[in-house]
Structures are given as C-alpha cells and as structure tokens.
C-alpha cells in the first residue's frame, strides 16, 4: 500500500537490533471504517498520509477532511498535515 515503505514511514516500537533483526514497526491500524496512521516525526507522518491518499484515488476512495484529524504524541506544538488538495486537517489532544 505504501510502495514497500512501511518500515522507513511506521512509527518504530522496536529499534533494529542488529543487520538481522529488523525493528518492530507499525504503520496503521485499522478499524471496521476507520484507520489510524502512526508514524515516528510530522514529516513521515505526511508522507504516510499522502502516500495513503494517493493509492486510495487510485481505487475511487477519497480522504475526509472535515472528519480526519492529527493526534500528536511527544511533538511539541500543533502538528499541522494537509491532504493532497492542500486542505489543512483538523488538531485534537486525544484520540478514542
């Protein structure tokens, strides 16, 4: 879905230990209508976002914007993102 970029766009739960053990990463979870993005920094967290718009145009699905909003961990400030029609999504302190 993210053109094999999964691991450099996830948010890293483990780091790589070793040339042979790859980091533990997360990249999305998915609900029954609903989909969270993780990723470690705003500007992979952008990326990621396009990167998933981007292949849901592709199938006809298009982004919410009025709906979607950016949960920041651990940033400092607002962490702005903006879709691919350069519409600015929504900010939120929690997420449930």
Do not use: W, Y
């Not at 967290?45 to 990167?51: K, M, T």
């Not at 709906?67 to 449930?96: R, Y």
């Amino acid at each position: 879905m993210i053109n094999d970029r999964e691991e450099e766009l996830a948010f890293t739960i483990h780091p790589r230990r070793s040339r042979r053990v790859s980091p533990v990463t997360i990249a999305d979870l998915d609900f029954a209508d609903d989909i969270a993005l993780t990723s470690n920094t705003v500007k992979l967290a952008q990326d990621l976002l396009i990167s998933v718009e981007d292949q849901c145009g592709k199938l006809g699905l298009t982004l919410n914007s009025k709906k979607t909003v950016v949960v920041p961990f651990n940033i400092p400030g607002n962490a702005e993102l903006t879709t691919l029609s350069g519409e600015v999504l929504g900010f939120k302190e929690d997420f449930t």
